[in-house]
């Protein structure tokens, strides 16, 4: 990634006041229990700064008992509320920051669950995300950063200016003209040359301290680089899909390769072991000296002026205190800054990802709840090109049904088949032409409405760790009774009959230790019980039987007019054995529909592409 050391203070400050008004859109509790409890945690020391100085001042000069008894007094009660506020605010802030990390992951899951599927499927977003997750598990860089860096820019200005105002009389009182050389300390320029020293050795402190930061920040490409290679080779070994590929070949021997490699950037002769090594470890070196100098300043001209008699020994640990945490705020607050400049360029990443175009988003039209379920589509000259593909996937499909009726989608691999039943559920906009929906072109409809009429069971199907019930309901509340129908319509009944928890069943080992595994062929009747339960006017198949074995393919065959009952099914097939019983079939070849007819009329067409296709099977089968 490109350095953006050219950063200005103004563009980042920008940046993270967006992040930060993202943060509290979405969580307003969360960011103002933070922002509260900071600034009160960050004014109330000064009272008891205040107050011990006042006791210690009495007891160095007057000593008289009413006057202590009532200071102590005022010293517990004021101490006492305090730490009863602050316990109130501190839950206030506990109760609303639990699982703050994931508050944050939620605005970039909500993101991808709303983004247009394009995007959803385009690489780019997922090396973008990718990249944002790892500044984020790497470096604690991106969104999440961006509460801490307010947290510690709004402590440091309520600190600063609690100081300031405990401070002021050390300026401002006089030592006595008979201290001799000591009334140099009234002068007014000496005063100020104070002042500017005072302030430019606490400036100078945290300005080298986050110029050795800035690496981080000029290096992010070396960064990335390294979590993305820890991100996947680090974590190979968890993952149970390639268990078994992992022992077969002694792939560990392969990850290991990455383990060992001493010149990635985080190990022992990678770009940040140097950079300790040199400029950032010097820089940070130097930070750590010049504070132990500015320390040293503010005790020598607070003792001289109290030793000339300017003022009692109470107010030195007054001014003592209040200066260290003056100088502290502010070297708070210049961290805090330049932690957020560098920041800034993890956010724009961050916002680059937020601010992907939704563009299906745009219908608002509802679609109809018929009753009758009497749904007509229609593909009108439909054509379609990946993104960033050269050829067409479809190329002027018209098509039109009815619901009620059994479409089924034959074709070799790779003839379409897919990217029309995508476009159909309108993942993807069509290119050129139009789908009509009862006349009206999809993209008119309400998006998320027009989702709801479908069921579609994709060939890359996922189910969850989670119980059988809440995989086929989607969610969990569960109608049992319509569930168990359903895993029973789908062929998954003597299964179920087998599960001492039924529904509640566990799948998979993730979450529940009696969890079941289940076949692919299992997994799939799953899925389909779970498109059979969400009641959709159309149901639609992709390969519903490539995973099942020839006894459960033949099984959901003949349950299938029952399966989809008054919906409208569409079946997408490879076997055409398995789609005579279609009302109609529609041939697809090179993202054209090439025939359509029932199965009779097309395998009696022999210079068709179906006979075609019929033949090849048939051979292959009697083979
Ligand atoms: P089928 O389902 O008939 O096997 P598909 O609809 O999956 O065929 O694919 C049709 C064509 O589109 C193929 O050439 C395939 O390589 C291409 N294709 C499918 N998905 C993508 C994608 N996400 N990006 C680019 N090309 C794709």
């Known amino acids: 990634m490109k350095n953006k050391q050219g950063m200005s203070w103004r563009t980042a400050f920008k940046i993270n006041n967006r992040a930060i008004s993202l943060l509290y859109k979405a969580h307003p509790q969360m960011v103002l229990s933070k ?19 006042l006791i210690i001042e009495e007891l160095s000069t007057s000593r008289n008992p009413e006057t202590l008894k009532n200071l102590v007094l005022i010293t517990l009660a004021s101490s006492a509320l305090i730490a009863l506020i602050s316990a109130l605010i501190t839950k206030w802030n506990n109760s609303q920051s639990a699982g703050m990390y994931f508050k944050c992951e939620q605005i970039f899951t909500k993101k991808l669950l709303d983004m247009d599927f394009i995007s959803v499927d385009d690489t780019k977003t997922h090396e973008l995300l990718s990249q944002i997750r790892q500044n984020q598990n790497g470096g604690g860089w991106g969104l999440y950063r961006v509460i801490y860096n307010y947290e510690n820019l709004l402590y440091s200005i ?6 300031i105002t405990l401070t002021i009389s050390l300026f401002t009182s006089k030592v006595p003209e008979s201290s001799g050389g000591y009334v140099i300390m009234n002068n007014t320029l000496f005063i100020l040359l104070v002042v500017i020293v005072m302030l430019a050795v606490t400036f100078i402190a945290p300005s080298l301290s986050n110029k050795a ?40 021997l392969l990850c290991n390769k990455y383990e060992v490699n001493k010149d990635d950037a985080f190990r022992s002769k990678g770009i940040f072991a ?16 010049v504070s132990v100098v500015s320390t040293g300043i503010v005790y020598v001209f607070v003792c001289l002026k109290s030793w000339a008699g300017a003022f009692g020994v109470g107010m030195i640990t007054q001014y003592i205190s209040s200066i260290s945490k003056v100088t502290g705020g502010v070297s708070q607050f210049v961290s805090a800054a330049g932690d957020m400049k560098n920041n800034a360029v993890f956010l724009e990443q961050v916002f680059k990802f937020l601010d992907i175009p939704n563009t299906m988003y745009q219908g608002s039209l509802t679609v109809e709840k018929r009753r009758d379920r009497d749904y007509e589509v229609e593909f009108r000259n439909v ?15 018209n098509i039109k049904f009815k619901v009620g009726e059994r479409l089924a989608v034959v074709g070799m691999n790779g003839s379409g088949k897919t990217t029309f039943i995508k476009l159909l559920c309108r993942l993807y906009d069509p290119t050129e032409g139009e789908i009509l929906l009862n006349g009206i072109d999809i993209r008119k409809y309400d998006y998320l409405d027009y989702m709801m009429i479908f069921s579609v069971v994709f060939q890359d199907f996922k189910l969850f760790s989670l119980t059988l019930g809440e995989n086929v309901a989607s969610g969990s509340k569960i109608n049992e009774e319509l569930a168990v129908d359903c895993l029973q319509k789908a062929g998954f009944g003597e299964r179920l009959s087998e599960m001492e928890n039924g529904i509640h069943t566990y799948l998979y080992k993730d979450y529940d230790k009696n969890g079941v595994n289940v076949s692919g062929g299992e997994a ?12 959709a006017p159309f149901i639609v198949l992709d390969e519903p039987t490539a995973a099942l074995d020839p006894m459960a393919e033949a099984e959901i065959y003949s349950k299938f007019n029952d399966i989809a009952g008054d919906k409208t099914a569409i079946y997408i097939s490879h076997r055409l054995s398995s789609c005579k019983f279609c009302d109609e079939i529609a041939v697809f070849d090179h993202g054209s529909v090439v025939q359509m007819g029932t199965h009779s009329e097309l395998v ?7 006979f075609e296709l019929w033949n090849a099977q048939a051979q292959y089968y009697t083979a």
Not at 227 to 248: P, Q, S
Request: proline share 3%.
């Open 158 to 163: 309520f600190t600063v200016l609690g100081g």
């Open 383 to 397: 054509s379609f090109k990946y993104p960033g593909a050269d050829t067409f996937a479809l190329s002027g499909v």
């Open 604 to 610: 009696a067409d022999t210079n068709g592409k179906y």
């Open 35 to 53: 922002l509260i409890s900071i600034i009160w945690s960050s004014l109330t020391p000064y009272v008891s700064i205040y107050l011990s100085a």
């Open 274 to 289: 140097k950079l300790a090594k040199g400029p950032m470890g010097l820089l940070q070196a130097a930070s750590a000296a």
């Open 213 to 252: 930061g800035s690496y981080w920040a000029k290096n992010v490409g070396a960064h990335n680089l390294s979590n993305r290679l820890f991100g996947y080779f680090g974590f190979l070994g968890y993952k149970r899909e390639i268990a078994t590929d992992v022992r077969i070949y002694r792939q560990d």
């Open 524 to 535: 799939q009747k799953i899925a389909i019980a779970r498109a059979i339960y969400k009641d």
